[in-house]
Every structure is written in structure tokens, then in C-alpha cells.
């Protein structure tokens, strides 16, 4: 067998019995992230969405947002799936996988995104997404404390050494889209973009509260 495949297989028996393991109690003193995030300067909060038991149970969801911001520019939507814990690490479920259960088509999407937002470097994947006629360009990622990746293996590492360091637990999946209007993808996609510069610092605060 290859050495390499060897060294990627030990590592993932190794991370999934890590995060696996019994975590400590975890006392948190972070306010509801719904409360955090009532004001993002520049942005006006329009609508918070509830989501249903079934969808709560499924995500294993510590603390939510799932909130529609209006901006300078228009409207933009953030979903924020937050952990306390390791042993959820696999909890999240991509965009890849839960747009096409909800009957949506995935038209298009680009790994291996970065955006500088100083001090900070935020690594997303983008996609594009489709019902019908409406359109919706997303940019997601996962986070381990301040590491951002945009893959669920990847993630699972860093919350594993952020455990091993006793660097904490807490981890979260984070989603932001805009729909495509006339404007088109390139406008679209700068609205996200302004949104994350103005949104991510003050995310991190958030991570940053025990």
C-alpha cells in the first residue's frame, strides 16, 4: 500500500477516535449567537428564521443563527452552525449535500477560495446554486477555533489538535449567499465579499469569548 495512503489512513483513525472521545463539561459563557449578531455595522437585521426539531436534531446544533441581513449593496443571508464540543465535529453537512436534498441544483462551484480580511485569512469554498428560477451564489466554510478550511476532514483535524493543545473545542460550520439578480454573479459576489470583511472580525470575537 501506498506510504502516503498509509500516513492520510492512521491520521483519520487517529482524528476520528480523537474527536470522538469523551469531551469534558464545557462552560460557556458566550451569549446566543443570535444575540451577537442583532447588529453587524453597516447592516440592518430584516428577518431571523427558526429552525424546525428535525433539522435541529439532525445538525446536533449547539447554538444557531440563520438570519437575512439588508446592506448597502442588497440583501445577504448568514447561516452559522456552532459546536461547544468535539465529539460533533461531523455534524455539519456541506452545502454539496444538503442544497441538492432540498431540490436545488448545484451549477457550478470553485474550491480552494481565500479572502485576506486583515488580520485574518478566511478559506471558503463557492458555489452556485439553482430552484427554478432563482439563483443564489453561497460561500461557506468550517471553523476550528481561528483556522478556517473548506473541507469536513480538514476541519475534524484542526478541532482534534485544537483539543490536543487545549486550545478549546468549539467549531462551527459558516455560510453566507446572496441571490443573483440582473446585476449579475460578479456584483453578487462582492456583496459577499463586503459582507465577510465587515462580518468575520466580529465572528471572531465571538469564537474568541469562552
Excluded at 2 to 20: E, H
Excluded at 144 to 172: I, Y
Aim: hydrophobic share 40%; charged share 20%; net charge negative.
Amino acid at each position: 500500500m501506498n506510504i502516503k495512503l498509509l500516513i492520510l489512513s492512521a491520521v483519520f483513525l487517529f482524528t476520528t477516535a480523537f474527536v470522538s472521545g469523551q469531551s469534558g463539561d464545557v462552560d460557556i459563557s458566550k451569549p446566543p449567537v443570535e444575540t451577537f449578531f442583532e447588529q453587524i455595522e453597516g447592516y440592518r437585521l430584516l428577518q431571523t428564521v427558526t429552525m424546525d426539531s428535525n433539522a435541529l436534531e439532525l445538525l446536533k446544533l449547539d447554538d444557531y443563527l440563520f438570519s437575512e441581513y439588508s446592506g448597502p449593496e442588497g440583501n445577504v443571508t448568514l447561516y452559522i452552525g456552532y459546536y461547544y464540543t468535539a465529539d460533533k465535529a461531523s455534524a455539519a453537512h456541506s452545502p454539496l449535500i444538503c442544497y441538492p436534498s432540498q431540490g436545488w441544483k448545484i451549477e457550478s462551484q470553485n474550491a480552494g477560495q481565500k479572502l485576506d480580511v486583515e488580520p485574518f485569512i478566511v478559506h471558503y469554498k463557492e458555489i452556485v446554486t439553482s430552484f427554478g428560477k432563482q439563483k443564489e451564489l453561497v460561500l461557506y466554510w468550517f471553523q476550528a477555533g481561528r483556522d478556517t478550511n473548506e473541507e469536513a476532514f480538514r476541519n475534524k483535524t484542526n478541532v482534534a489538535l485544537n483539543k490536543l493543545l487545549n486550545k478549546g473545542e468549539q467549531h462551527a460550520f459558516v455560510r453566507v449567499s446572496v441571490t443573483i439578480d440582473d446585476s449579475g454573479q460578479e456584483m453578487a459576489k462582492q456583496r459577499v465579499v463586503d459582507f465577510i470583511q465587515t462580518f468575520y472580525p466580529q465572528f471572531i470575537r465571538f469564537v474568541d469569548k469562552m
